[in-house]
């Protein structure tokens, strides 16, 4: 059964403090892992995909990274905009024909003024 | 290019009640997803459409919610009757055909159940 779990659940910055989120997975071979930021009140919305291990995808002060086992989301001088709760998900190679997607249970990240 | 519309937005109900939410997903998107997600909680699949075809709905509490697909384009998400515990916000989402594609998500249906 494909898993994915995230660290920490929360995370409280300062503003212009920088740090990662963890995104550990575990599949029977990965097709694609997404990251997406959630507002309160709002669906999902997409961020990235990374498809391979050594991808790196970069959006104003985000970056995320991917190796076999793990995804991180850098946040780089994060401002009070960038509080959100960040979800990673992932996709199996084995999803029988069919793009499933298992989500994580995300951080929820606040930044201080 | 519009995105994936749901309503409605809001819905209180009594518990053994019964309501329906619908979702129009992105034109030309051929896979529909209904998610379940209980605050605090990451996003969890309900159900998942190809066309208007079911591929996965292990996840779904038959006894109590339905979902259907008509035409392969609009969904409707039906629970009878409502529990407590089925207080969430029910997520719709679509995507098209292609591994690794963009799943995009609408605003979501918040249910309270009383």
């Known amino acids: 059964e494909d898993q994915v779990t995230q660290s920490p659940e929360a995370l409280r910055l300062q503003e212009g403090e920088s740090s990662s989120l963890n995104c550990s997975y575990t599949v029977s071979g990965l097709r694609g892992l997404f990251w997406y930021r959630q507002d309160p009140g709002k669906g999902p919305e997409f961020l990235f995909t990374?498809?391979?291990a050594g991808e790196e995808k970069e959006k104003e002060r985000l970056k995320a990274t991917l190796t076999k086992k793990e995804s991180f989301l850098h946040i780089t001088a994060p401002k009070p905009e960038d509080s959100a709760t960040y979800l990673c998900?992932?996709?199996?190679?084995?999803?029988?024909?069919?793009?499933?997607?298992?989500f994580g249970t995300g951080t929820k990240l606040q930044v201080i003024p | 290019e519009a995105g994936v519309a749901q309503s409605p937005r809001y819905k209180i109900i009594e518990k053994r009640q019964s309501v329906a939410f619908w979702c129009n997903p992105i034109?030309?998107?051929?896979?529909l997803y209904w998610y379940q997600q209980i605050l605090g909680q990451g996003p969890k699949l309900l159900i998942q459409?190809?066309?208007?075809?079911?591929?996965?709905d292990s996840q779904l509490p038959k006894d109590r919610f339905s979902a259907e697909r008509l035409k392969g384009v609009d969904s409707t998400l039906k629970i009878q009757p409502a529990k407590l515990e089925d207080s969430a916000v029910y997520l719709c989402?679509?995507?098209?055909?292609?591994?690794?594609?963009?799943?995009?998500f609408g605003e979501g249906s918040w249910l309270t159940v009383v």
């Open positions: 990374l498809y391979s």
């Open positions: 459409f190809q066309n208007n075809g079911v591929v996965d």
């Open positions: 989402a679509s995507t098209a055909t292609g591994f690794g594609n963009t799943i995009y």
């Open positions: 034109s030309g998107h051929a896979t």
């Open positions: 998900a992932v996709q199996p190679m084995n999803s029988g024909g069919y793009q499933k997607v298992t």
